[in-house]
């Protein structure tokens, strides 16, 4: 398989260093309006490296015992330690595979490019099957949700709607509290966008939210909250479940109920005309 064949201590240190963000002004012409000719094949490289590494760990024969030194050497290289004391529990050497691509997290060039990133990471917690690193890529997609992504014609209105759901999907599944995800947007995030305090209408805790790609955020937290109502466990018929069980679900199906009730709230406001 061919990630082995990246173990030398050249190429297995990919640095973050050789990759810009598009406000920094060396990638810009003079006048600081266009990109510079570079950049599309920057950005492209970046794009592809990423896919190609999501491709590998998304093997299916990754999570077969017997190729497991494989996924583990392999992690091992793309947590820049190949020749160091490595713990053998998979799951945190997946972890440190992860903390070593969240550098990549602040130079990411296009809101397009963080699929393809955002996708490795999703393969890697995949193939090691480990909430640890998951826990891991949810604060990952959170940090590009509260970046200010600027538009450019290198991606289309598709690939950047794509993106979101993307980031979102995985922002509210694999938080620690799902519910109390949603809760935080709908709150803190989304009250800046409606009525007289809307600003620019943008939001200043998750730029990425706006007034124009509110709809995506809207059906993101509808999806995470009808999925978390479908998981609260029903009583089973002759059972007796203990005073902490019962608190538990009784403590879910409130601040379910409180969520929907904030989004149905956020729909109302539309049709009154407030923003978004």
């Known amino acids: 398989m061919g990630l082995t064949r990246l173990t030398g201590r050249e190429s297995s240190k990919l640095e973050v260093s050789s990759f810009t963000h598009p406000q920094s002004t060396n990638i810009r012409d003079d006048d600081g309006d266009s990109f510079s000719p570079d950049y599309p094949a920057q950005c492209e490289c970046l794009t592809l490296l990423f896919k190609i590494l999501a491709v590998f760990f998304a093997w299916p024969q990754l999570s077969d015992p017997m190729y497991s030194p494989l996924l583990h050497q392999s992690l091992e290289i793309l947590s820049k330690s190949p020749h160091s004391s490595v713990s053998k529990d998979i799951g945190l050497v997946a972890k440190g595979a992860c903390v070593y691509l969240e ?8 809101l397009s490019c963080t699929r393809p990133y955002v996708t490795l990471l999703v393969s890697i917690c995949t193939a090691c099957q480990s909430s640890v690193a998951q826990k891991r890529v949810a604060k990952i997609c959170t940090q590009l949700l509260k970046h200010s992504w600027v538009e450019s014609t290198m991606e289309t209105t598709q690939q950047r709607t794509e993106a979101l759901e993307y980031l979102l ?23 800046e966008l409606i009525g007289e305090d809307g600003g620019q209408g943008v939001s200043s805790i998750f730029p990425a939210l706006s007034s124009d790609n509110f709809p995506c955020f809207y059906k993101n937290m509808m999806i995470t909250v009808v999925s978390q109502i479908k998981a609260i466990p029903l009583p089973t018929k002759g059972a007796q479940p203990s005073s902490e069980v019962l608190l538990d679900r009784l403590q879910s199906i409130h601040l379910s109920a409180n969520v929907l009730h904030m989004l149905v709230t956020f729909v109302k406001a539309c049709c009154h005309g407030s923003k978004p």
């Open 103 to 110: 550098r990549f997290c602040e130079h990411l060039p296009l």
């Open 169 to 191: 999907k995985y922002h509210f599944e694999w938080s620690v509290e799902p519910l109390k995800a949603v809760e935080e947007m709908c709150t803190k995030a989304v009250p």
